[in-house]
């Protein structure tokens, strides 16, 4: 008899956990790709750098791509659990602890000491990492690499790469192969190469990635980058004006039709990487009330933040004489204290009932923002803000939020607190799209409280934390802020108990009562759905 250790409840194959030799020489094949980018930091001078970059992407590619197709095409169709709590990397063992550190180490270099990477300075060559990009930058733009476009291109091969690992995962369910695909199509498309084939037509336009939407774009209304799209005409214009529609129009129609869910699982590129890249973490988001709590706080605390900088950012470069521009700074206030204020009231007049005691939070919330306003027009002056030097305050923003925590935490922490942790604590553009979900989205997941067997497996897939369990047990729909319909809990669930749906707004929120035969009509009630 066997006295190994084996923690897998498997009757069929205890070592469900072990790798085959096919993915072994995988991993050496990926490991070769990154081994070339270790050197590249280590300034090693390659006699061909297009050469030997071409080399380590592909091998990364291959490595993973070669990988995914062991790993799943040599079984059925379906949501296996494969031990990902036993494995080190996926359950905040060492491995996770060492990824982690990795990935929190990179964003840092990345994000404040791009010099060692190898960025040239004041018109020096790259050396380096970034030097090795050389060659693909000059092909699509005809410019040096620069540490973002570095960032763009490792970026963009991890969402093909482990996107193509997630359709393979998930080959059963067509919604989950069609959302992986989409956002792998506006990855490298829109956030990848459009921005670099617009600099080739016109170098003056100020960088933009069309899918990027206010706050998450928050240079869009700088100065410069307002500047910049004013002064190239036609194009800059409508630039700047599709940027102003896609917060006021395009959004919050699509969030009324398809839910948040269109943006944070479809379009946007954090969603896209915690998706495909991060899927392997997606079970390490806390479930607990705790956490739940700080998400709400933290979340809007975030998103008050944003429009307060935004405002102040856009305050500073206004005029106080009318005859310079009609748009002054008094004037500027006055129009967001009163947008602000008509939101307000109209969510205070249609859905306070709905919103319950959650309407003293907004409450909260709006004057703590009217008061920031205030504060702001009447002690400012041309050089300080807050009293803050209003230069400092303008990186502020694009410092604490931009960079570290949607980087740093929010990628470099996928191995800890799992693959949503900026989506679900920090990202504004999800706060705003919650909002509106909330209030007036048809989008919900019905759920059929009969059939649930409590299994677990929707609660445990649930990137953002939500106990999907708990509405399932009770019948009830689930309509939740932080949802982004992402549809895995649907996908692994084994009955069929969960379904996404876009219906009417009619009994969208609401507790499934027991029902008895003699209290109601069930047929008439059948006939109602």
Known sequence: MSNKLNHSMSLAKPDALDINNKQKVALAIGVIGLFILVLALFNTNFPNKGL????SLGSIISGIIIYAREAYLTKLEGIKNDGVWFKSISSRGVWGWIVGVILTTFYIVLYFFPKYLGLGVDGAENTGLISLFDPLSHLLSGRNASQWFVYGTLYTVAILAFGYKFILKYRHNRYQQLRTVSVMFFQLGFAFLIPEFM?????????????????LN???????????FLSNGNIGLALLIFGILSIFVITPILTYKYGKRWYCSWVCGCGGLAETAGDSFRQLSSKKMSAWKLERWLIHTVLVFSIVMTVAMVYTYLGYDKNDFWLTRGVFISLVIGFLTLVFAAV????????????????????????????LHFTGTTENLFYIKAGTLRSVYGIYIGSIFSGVIGTGFYPILGNRSWCRFGCPMAAILGFQQRLFSKFRITTNGGQCISCGNCSNSCEMGIDVRHYAQKGENIVRSSCVGCGICSAVCPRG?????????????????????????????????
């Open 52 to 55: 030997f970059l071409t080399l």
């Open 199 to 215: 600099y080739v037509m016109n170098n003056d336009l100020p960088y933009y990635d069309l899918k990027s939407i206010w706050p």
């Open 348 to 375: 205070m007049f249609f859905k306070r009932q709905e919103l319950g005691k959650d309407t003293k939070y907004g409450a909260i919330g709006y004057f703590i923002v009217i008061t920031l306003l205030l504060v």
């Open 218 to 228: 928050y240079y869009i209304f700088d100065e410069w980058s307002v500047k910049g």
């Open 497 to 529: 108990v969960l379904k996404l749906e876009n219906d009417s707004m009619k009994g969208r929120i609401n507790p499934t009562e027991v029902l008895l035969g003699n209290d109601v009509d069930l047929m008439e009630l059948v006939n109602q759905k």
